[in-house]
């Protein structure tokens, strides 16, 4: 029994039922009774505001928790996507007597095995703390697990997979997955990101890919001071990336930087299959000489080689602005739906393109798409598996931080080039080219085999002999609910005309029985129908959808930020 995680249930409890409560009051105003709220997007920012003081009140998991989500529009909607992404990781570091606790229990007295150490920490991260130090004269920084936090997260996991089963009885079946999925996620990321054995494996070997490049740096780890609680590294001093004046100062080209940022990140992902994947300014710094410097390896993953072909395929899609093209490869990575409606997705595919490339949009256009798909990344059809998640966030955050280098930063462009130099459109080609050889040939088999086939098929019809077995798909038993509303129907029919006869013909307790049992059958029918299951297809991704939910007042508020106050008392009493 772990009685810190039941306290944490009910810290984390008392947290959110305000934010419960004012969701549940969405579906019904007066909790069990009511029509639903419309929610308008100003109320979606005001909740996401709030929902994210709520996770920075609760500390290290939750934050963590928030910066997963952001990476995550096909689980919440943009409002909350953007809000959450202004979480930041740092937070006031712990006492240094209970770090030196930690530290000491790892290696040992400090004053022995370090020729000189600064107690004052440079930098606090929710779950670290970084330090300078110096070994044998060398300037290092020693990277320490904040105290307690491993009792702390594991609790927190266990009071999240506690709560997950009453999340997800609020929303949807395919988004019930996602949370799922995404609950396993979160627990493997902020394990292995408390492990400092694995991230300096993951540094080093980030490292060596990057042995023959003088534009980059990264500090090797010093393994005789490094455990799986506290990491040791060379220390490299830089000016932090988005300090420009700085930059200005001495003489930096930061054209040139937001390329060599890029073209690394193009490296990690595409090329090597394994990346730094926190790559916002506070972990990126730059030398005198112009050279990038990459600290803090603890969020890093890997991209199996599929992911790195349909990335391949979708970047030489964009440069040869085949939209089409760009779509499949979308598909093919399974971050959209096969159903979604390709003429509005492409629209949308013209419109982020145009603005990669900064070129000037006229509004009407900007706002008559966006008038299209509002809100449909989070409803139907983008997807996020959980492999293109990080790399996702990384992509994003790598061309603001080269947008603030240089306004005008072409991300596109350099993407382009990357893939030409490294060969990558040749290898394109002449796989296009050894695709449609091997399709002629089976379309070549098959013109041989089909005359024979058709033949039997004819003689079989000729004899009568042909027979026709059509299977029907009902994953939502959509057939069972028909069938059960004909049975009920046909029951309160028959209910009513013995109602009436035995009125006219027998005693009144006979009557009531009978218009008993017909109210009963009334109200199962009724039920059926409040329910919402209607013999309707798979929700398509279409301008006619769109019109209907910009003239419905029904609402679908996932249950992460559901009051739209300026507190949580002024949300329940709304």
């Known amino acids: 029994m772990n009685l810190r995680a039941y306290r944490r249930f009910f810290t984390v409890v008392r947290q959110f039922l305000p934010l419960v409560i004012a969701y549940a009051r969405d ?68 006492d240094w007597d209970d770090a030196r606790e930690v530290l ?53 996991l266990r009071v999240i997979r506690w709560t997950l089963p009453f999340v997800m009885y609020f929303v949807g079946d395919a988004r019930s997955f996602s949370l799922e999925t995404l609950a396993d996620e979160f627990a493997t990321t902020i394990r292995e990101e408390m492990d ?33 609680r506290v990491l040791t590294m060379e220390y490299i001093p830089g000016t932090k990336i988005d300090d420009v004046e700085t930059l200005d100062e ?23 299959g394994v990346f730094h994947a926190d790559p916002h300014p506070g972990n990126l710094a730059v030398q005198n000489d112009g050279t990038l410097v990459f600290y803090d390896f603890g969020m890093s993953g890997r991209v199996d080689s599929f992911i790195q072909e349909k990335i391949i395929d979708f970047y030489t899609a964009v440069a040869e ?91 596109i462009s350099v993407a382009t080039d990357f893939l030409r130099e490294e060969g990558y459109f040749e290898e394109s080609a002449r796989q296009f080219v050894r695709d449609r050889a091997t399709e002629f040939q089976e379309a070549t088999r098959s013109t041989v085999r089909i005359p024979p086939k058709l033949e039997s098929a004819l003689d079989r019809i000729e004899r009568e002999e042909f027979y026709v077995r059509a299977d029907i798909e009902d994953s939502d038993d959509l057939l069972d609910v028909l069938a059960g509303r004909i049975v009920l129907g046909l029951l ?53 959808q769109m019109r209907k939910r910009d003239s419905s007042t029904d609402t679908e508020e996932p249950p992460l930020g559901p009051f739209d106050g300026k507190s949580a008392d002024e949300a329940t009493e709304e």
């Open 196 to 228: 400092y054995g694995r991230e300096a494996e993951m540094l080093t070997e980030i490292r060596s890919n990057f042995a023959d490049d003088d534009r980059i740096a990264i500090p090797p780890v010093v393994e005789s001071h490094s455990t799986g």
């Open 492 to 544: 309160l029919s028959s209910g009513i005309a013995s109602t009436a006869l035995l009125f006219a013909l027998s005693t009144i307790e006979a009557t009531a029985v009978a218009a008993v049992g017909s109210l009963f059958v009334t109200v199962l029918l009724y039920r059926s129908f409040r329910k919402r299951r209607g013999i309707r297809a798979t929700p398509q991704f279409t301008r006619q």
């Open 321 to 411: 602005q085949d939209i089409d093209a760009i779509l499949d490869a979308l598909i093919e990575m399974g971050t959209l739906s096969p159903e979604a409606d390709r003429q509005v997705m492409a629209d949308v595919m013209e419109l982020a393109i145009a603005d990669a490339r900064g070129e000037d949009i006229e509004q009407y256009r900007v706002q008559q798409i966006i008038q299209q798909v509002e809100d449909t990344i989070y409803e139907f059809p983008l997807r996020l598996p959980a492999n293109l998640a990080l790399v996702l966030r990384v992509a994003t955050v790598v061309e603001g931080v080269c947008v603030t280098l240089d306004s005008d930063f072409d991300f």
């Open 27 to 94: 579906r019904r105003r007066y909790l069990l009774v009511g029509s639903s709220r419309r929610v308008t997007s100003e109320q979606r920012h005001r909740r996401a505001t709030v929902l994210l003081e709520t996770l920075l009140t609760l500390g290290p998991t939750f934050i963590k928790l928030g910066q997963l989500l952001s990476t995550r529009p096909d689980i919440l909607p943009p409002e909350y996507v953007e809000e959450f992404s202004k979480l930041q990781d740092r937070v006031p570091p712990a």
């Open 104 to 156: 000491e229990s790892e290696l040992g007295p400090v004053d022995k095995r370090f020729s000189d150490f600064d107690t004052e920490a440079i930098s606090g991260a929710s779950l670290g703390q970084v330090y300078y130090a110096e070994v044998e004269g060398d300037p290092v920084a020693v990277k320490v697990r904040r105290p307690g936090v491993e009792d702390l997260v594991e609790a927190d």
């Open 250 to 272: 001495k003489g930096i080209d930061r054209t040139r930087l937001a390329e060599t940022l890029e073209r690394a990140y193009f490296q990690m992902i595409v090329e090597d």
